[in-house]
């Protein structure tokens, strides 16, 4: 009782106690050299998590809106990071956008969206889409198997009752000989 405590406990502050650093860029870093789409669509951001921007004095880090994201428009900056070392919070769940304020940099490239999930709830719903999928396979075969199967029992009906009734009955004897044996 006491382990399943534990393990109910682990299960439901695991995910709230401990965020993931997502390193920006992988091992390529913040730079013109990184594909940020690619490298956001194989990331998971999960509410708690932080994102770590490492970088040269060449670029910045900064926090724009989604339209200034597109247009690459670095004058409405939310916020404006350049010690080369920045780590933000993904704190609440929906989008967040990023771009390098260096001239050419966000055109060129430069620039991260990430879509920040809550921590429990929304994790379940990606997962159940994907089952469905599987099931209407696994219904097809069976019918075929059902379908199969029911012809030979109408032949061997007659039979096959009668020598259910024999068992049963012959249960039914065995049963009363044990009940009044024990
Ligand atoms: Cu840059």
Same mark, same amino acid.
């Given at each position: 009782? !006491?382990? $399943?405590?534990?393990?109910?406990?682990?299960?439901?502050?695991? +995910?709230? &106690?401990?965020?993931? $650093?997502?390193?920006?860029?992988?091992?390529?870093?913040?730079? $013109? &050299?990184?594909?940020?789409?690619?490298?956001?669509?194989?990331?998971?951001?999960? @509410?708690?998590?932080?994102?770590?921007?490492?970088?040269? =004095?060449?670029?910045?880090?900064?926090?724009?809106? $989604?339209?200034?994201? *597109?247009?690459?428009? =670095?004058?409405?900056?939310?916020?404006?990071?350049?010690?080369?070392?920045?780590? @933000?919070?993904?704190?609440?769940? #929906?989008?967040?956008?990023?771009?390098?304020?260096?001239?050419?940099?966000?055109?060129?490239?430069?620039?991260?969206? @990430?879509?920040?999930?809550? &921590?429990?709830?929304?994790?379940?719903?990606?997962? *159940?889409?994907? +089952?469905?999928?599987?099931?209407?396979?696994?219904?097809?075969? =069976?019918?075929?198997?059902?379908?199969?199967?029911?012809?030979?029992?109408?032949? =061997?009906?007659?039979? !096959?009752?009668?020598?259910?009734?024999?068992?049963? #009955?012959?249960? @039914?004897?065995?049963?009363?000989?044990?009940?009044?044996?024990?």
């Amino acid at each position: 009782m !006491a382990m $399943q405590i534990t393990l109910l406990i682990l299960m439901l502050a695991t +995910p709230v &106690a401990y965020g993931v $650093q997502h390193i920006v860029g992988g091992s390529t870093g913040w730079n $013109q &050299a990184g594909d940020y789409v690619t490298w956001a669509a194989g990331e998971k951001f999960v @509410v708690g998590d932080t994102l770590l921007f490492t970088y040269d =004095s060449s670029h910045k880090v900064d926090v724009v809106s $989604q339209a200034d994201y *597109t247009a690459c428009n =670095s004058g409405n900056a939310i916020n404006s990071y350049q010690d080369g070392n920045t780590t @933000v919070a993904l704190s609440t769940a #929906g989008s967040m956008y990023f771009i390098c304020p260096t001239a050419g940099h966000c055109s060129g490239g430069m620039k991260l969206a @990430v879509t920040v999930t809550a &921590a429990n709830p929304p994790s379940t719903s990606p997962t *159940t889409p994907s +089952p469905p999928g599987t099931p209407p396979t696994t219904t097809t075969p =069976s019918p075929p198997g059902t379908t199969t199967s029911p012809p030979p029992p109408p032949r =061997s009906n007659g039979a !096959a009752s009668i020598y259910c009734n024999m068992m049963f #009955g012959f249960s @039914v004897v065995l049963g009363t000989m044990f009940a009044f044996m024990g």
